[in-house]
């Protein structure tokens, strides 16, 4: 059972992961905020049916991936992408700065561009420190199927940094 005090403590503790997880999905920083403080009321209203069996970090979290695959399925993301790519400058949309300062590496730029299906497992392995059997059960897929996803993926993104220039390793 929560009440407000307990829920202000839990609120405080998860927010900042819960949003940088929804914001690896929606890409829109005021979206993720919604999808995070949507999913805080919806666990304090189900308080009663809430059990504490497991971490509750991977409780929010998996409200969180619904919330914000739910949202990338929605008319609203699609009419929203849409205008975007009507209106951006060459199809770019540009971040908000908050973020940006979170994500000025161009490592972060380039896991946004992976599809989402690679993007999960380095989230959840590299930035949320899951391991392989976490990410599993939270995706519902199986282990193998979470290596190969995640071997994919580093591959995927050694491809797209392969032309970059390193400044940390220019400056030694």
């Not at 929203?80 to 908050?98: A, C, P, T, V």
Request: neutral net charge; glycine residues 2%; charged residues 30%.
């Amino acid at each position: 059972m929560v009440n407000i005090v307990e829920l202000e403590r839990i609120m405080h503790q998860h927010t900042e992961s819960l949003l940088r997880l929804s914001y690896y999905y929606v890409k829109d920083l005021q979206i993720a905020e919604d999808i995070v403080q949507e999913t805080f009321i919806k666990f304090y209203a189900s308080k009663n049916s809430y059990e504490e069996r497991g971490e509750l970090n991977a409780y929010l979290s998996r409200m969180v991936v619904n919330k914000s695959k739910d949202y990338l399925k929605s008319w609203s993301y699609r009419k929203i992408s849409l205008q975007n790519k009507l209106f951006s400058i060459h199809g770019q949309m540009k971040m908000d700065n908050l973020i940006r300062k979170d994500e000025e590496t161009i490592v972060g730029e380039a896991i946004l561009k992976l599809p989402l299906k690679h993007r999960e497992p380095l989230i959840y392995f590299y930035f949320e420190d899951m391991t392989i059997k976490e990410i599993s059960r939270l995706l519902e897929i199986p282990e193998s199927t979470v290596k190969t996803r995640l071997r994919r993926s580093k591959e995927l993104l050694k491809t797209q940094l392969q032309n970059c220039d390193w400044e940390v390793l220019l400056n030694e």
